[in-house]
């Protein structure tokens, strides 16, 4: 699937609409996909390869991935167009295990008319408790190559941690890439399968212009932090297509902020809703 690839025209066609929201999905539900059995090993769940043999056409992938407790299956339901789905909970305790799927694709146009099917992917958070570095890398892996265009969700602000775990699950991606290959290719060759990588920093206050980056485009920050100066050329031609978007926090209750999934539209920031900020105008 990480070889369908559906462009970033997907941000401009919801630039140019009069919606700020995602259509609501009323079919579906999560499902598992992914999982790690008792010895450690990864499982596909035979429920996900029902719903995906049921697709017909060309299929985008949309996957959000990073660190655990930081909101990614609550922006999975923003994308849903619900208040529920997958499960988002108010204790440290990781919701997802593994990599969940939607089990009814969205049906969206591209800019030339083509219909395919959008696949929403809800990936385990990286670095929680109770799992190991490599289990987070390899999750990390599996999620860049299934997907079209891919999400590292982060709180605050893009910091050497998160530059360090991009590294790692780089060079476990192109490993694992020309290891499936059996062929001897650059890391330019590999970003022509690699997904577009959206970096999205919630919960984000600072000022993007300052860092000359108000055209949206990624650039690492190569000063200032030691890891990114070697890291910066192999990650920027690993993901040739990069952007970065900022979300505010949805709420100004930080107490309702343990219960996203029960609080109503109409209770979230406007600034968080706007046509700018909402999620809809990263994948739609």
């Known amino acids: 699937m990480g070889s369908n690839h559906v462009d970033l025209n997907w941000v401009k066609e919801k630039d140019s609409s009069n919606t700020n929201n995602a259509e609501p999905s009323s079919a579906g539900r999560p499902i598992k996909f992914i999982y790690y059995d008792e010895s450690g090993k990864f499982k596909v769940h035979p429920d996900a390869v029902d719903a995906l043999m049921q697709i017909k056409g060309p299929i985008g992938v949309v996957s959000v991935?990073?660190?655990a407790r930081q909101g990614k299956s609550f922006l999975m339901n923003q994308l849903l167009g619900r208040s529920t789905g997958f499960q988002v909970g108010s204790t440290n305790r990781p919701c997802t295990k593994g990599i969940w799927i939607?089990?009814?694709?969205?049906?969206?146009?591209a800019m030339d008319g083509t219909e395919y099917s959008l696949v929403l992917l809800d990936c385990e958070g990286i670095d929680a408790y109770d799992q190991t570095g490599t289990h987070s890398a390899q999750i990390f892996s599996l999620a860049i190559l299934l997907s079209s265009l891919f999400v590292y969700n982060q709180m605050g602000v893009i910091d050497e941690a998160a530059l360090d775990c991009l590294s790692l699950v780089t060079e476990?991606?192109?490993?694992?890439?020309?290891?499936?290959?059996?062929e001897k290719e650059t890391v330019r060759d590999l970003g022509h399968f690699s997904p577009v990588f959206v970096w999205l920093l919630r919960d984000f206050y600072l000022d993007l212009k300052a860092d000359n980056t108000e055209n949206n485009t990624l650039r690492l920050p190569r000063a200032g932090l030691e890891t990114s100066a070697g890291f910066a050329s192999l990650f920027e031609l690993f993901f040739p297509i990069r952007e970065c978007f900022t979300l505010v926090s949805p709420l100004n209750n930080e107490a309702d902020l343990k219960h996203l999934d029960r609080v109503l539209l109409d209770k979230f920031r406007p600034e968080f809703l706007s046509r700018d900020k909402y999620v809809g105008k990263i994948c739609f």
């Not at 476990?172 to 059996?182: D, E, L, N, W």
């Open 102 to 109: 939607w089990s009814a694709p969205l049906k969206r146009a």
């Open 172 to 182: 476990m991606t192109k490993h694992i890439h020309v290891k499936a290959s059996g």
């Open 65 to 67: 991935c990073g660190r």
